[in-house]
């Protein structure tokens, strides 16, 4: 009975910073891949970062310098730190949690970045 709820999204200038939160319901998220994906209006939803249960992390280019993702397994949950916010990062931000290949996905949270 996995469930992904995000917080933290919300309305900031660009330059600003927003910290996104993810607790993770459910068991085995210790064993778990953790993701932050976005979808903007019109495009695919795309992967931000991954921080999988090995420890190992990667970011998208467009993110790489400004983001920074972490997670707190005590606490079954998986942060986005994002600073220097661009316009272009406006979107919907999405949690995933993948576990014995299966992707369970968050309801999203709004991310908009004003000019």
């Known amino acids: 009975q996995v469930q992904l709820v995000e917080s933290g999204g919300g309305l900031v200038q660009a330059g600003g910073s927003l910290r996104l939160s993810c607790v993770a319901s459910?068991?085995?998220?210790?064993?778990?891949?953790m993701g932050w994906y976005r979808q903007a209006p019109g495009k695919q939803r795309e992967l931000v970062a991954q921080?999988?249960?090995?420890?190992?992390?990667n970011y998208a280019n467009a993110v790489k310098g400004r983001f920074t993702i972490s997670r707190d397994n005590a606490k079954n949950t998986v942060y986005l730190q994002m600073n220097s916010l661009k316009p272009e990062d406006t979107a919907v931000y999405y949690c995933?949690?993948?576990?014995?290949?299966?992707?369970?996905w968050g309801q999203g949270t709004q991310v908009t970045v004003s000019s």
């Open positions: 921080f999988t249960n090995g420890g190992s992390i």
């Open positions: 995933r949690q993948t576990l014995w290949r299966e992707d369970y």
């Open positions: 459910g068991s085995r998220f210790s064993l778990s891949t």
